[in-house]
């Protein structure tokens, strides 16, 4: 496609449930970024993958939270055990190379009551 | 670990006034610094890149400098319109991750 592709752009979940969030980047673009963004917060980094492989989940804020991306395009972020304080923004962005211009999708917006 | 503020945290202009955002960040080791805007529900637009062996650069009404010694950045905004009305972030890439200001909230006042 295009651009970076992120589904589904709205879930709504229920404390304690399992959410996978999915993001399609740019055709060719070897590194994926995933980011959490709260109400008038700047992006919060959560985990970088260089190909198929994490090579930075610093972010990631427990172990509830996990992503893969098997075949090094697109990449799945999951959430397990789902908190109230999950509740965020969760963007997605892919860059050509490192030191590349970074694009990102339009995000999920999760909600867990 | 990087740090990125961003001053003003919200600005409000007449249309057609120039304006300057401010952006600093604490470690100098950068590869590039990016400029993004972002609309109320949506995801980030790129609006400039700057590598960290550029002084500036242009697009159409915006040019944005970095001064990576000092650790700041501007982005300057000419002859601003309603349009442009919108939150707008910096971050600075370490080679691992981007790191974001909270962003200034622009408002053009027709």
């Known amino acids: 496609g295009a651009g970076v592709s992120q589904t589904p752009s709205n879930k709504v979940t229920e404390k304690g449930k399992y959410v996978e969030l999915r993001c399609d980047p740019i055709s060719g673009h070897t590194a994926l970024y995933w980011y959490r963004q709260s109400l008038g917060q700047g992006p919060e980094f959560l985990i970088y993958f260089q190909g198929t492989g994490a090579a930075d989940d610093s972010g990631l804020p427990n172990d509830r939270f996990f992503a893969v991306r098997p075949e090094g395009s697109v990449s799945t972020l999951k959430i397990q055990r789902t908190e109230r304080g999950d509740s965020a923004v969760y963007l997605c962005?892919?860059?050509?190379?490192?030191?590349?211009?970074?694009?990102f999708g339009e995000g999920s917006r999760l909600t867990v009551l | 670990k990087q740090e990125v503020t961003q001053i003003p945290a919200a600005l409000s202009v007449p249309e057609g006034e120039n304006l300057v955002l401010n952006c600093s960040f604490t470690d100098s080791a950068i590869y590039n610094l990016q400029w993004f805007r972002q609309d109320p529900g949506k995801g980030l637009t790129s609006l400039l890149l700057i590598q960290s062996s550029q002084r500036e650069q242009t697009s159409g009404r915006l040019n944005a400098s970095l001064d990576k010694s000092s650790g700041r950045s501007t982005l300057y905004i000419a002859a601003s319109q309603p349009g442009d009305s919108a939150t707008y972030l910096c971050?600075?890439?370490?080679?691992?991750?981007?790191?974001f200001g909270t962003g200034t909230s622009l408002t053009v006042i027709p």
């Open positions: 962005a892919s860059s050509p190379r490192v030191t590349g211009e970074l694009f």
């Open positions: 971050a600075v890439n370490t080679g691992n991750q981007f790191y």
